[in-house]
């Protein structure tokens, strides 16, 4: 399990509100090779996808498996289409590695996206500023189901 403070900026970007910020994520391709870099992670529940920042993919000679149409929460900007890349991600705290389909695009930080969620049972009780994130087990997964049955 890993745990945190929210906070108020990831990448040097600023929030009005707090949020679940997962600092030292490193990313590699299928065959255990990682960049010698380390991202913040924003969860991001609104998010279909995952985003690595463009360019981690090329410096890790990764070749796309597709490309994703993709667009902006407010449709601010025009859809486009972003390169897939299957990568691992290394996430301080926990065991095991993370296999999914991110897609690269211009950001500063990773965003993670319902993707990453779907693997982990997170927990962020806003009243003292604290996030949890754990694997999704069946046990954590019927604990939860009990706590919204009260």
């Known amino acids: 399990m890993i745990r945190g403070q929210l906070s108020h900026s990831c990448a040097s970007q600023q929030y009005a509100n707090p949020a679940v910020v997962v600092p030292g994520i490193t990313v590699g391709d299928t065959h255990g090779t990682f960049h010698p870099r380390s991202w913040e992670g924003l969860i991001d529940t609104g998010s279909d996808r995952t985003i690595i920042p463009e360019g981690v993919a090329t410096q890790l000679d990764i070749t796309p498996v597709g490309f994703a149409l993709l667009s902006s929460f407010d449709k601010s900007q025009a859809p486009k289409y972003c390169p897939e890349y299957d ?4 996430v301080p ?7 999914l389909t991110a897609c690269g695009a211009p950001r500063p930080s990773i965003l993670l996206g319902r993707d990453f969620l779907s693997m982990f049972l997170l927990i962020v009780d806003g009243s003292v ?13 019927l604990s939860l189901f009990l706590v919204g049955m009260r």
């Open 129 to 141: 500023s604290r996030w949890g994130l754990t694997a999704a087990s069946l046990l954590s997964r």
């Open 87 to 90: 990568v691992h991600l290394a």
């Open 93 to 99: 705290g926990l065991d095991e590695l993370v296999s």
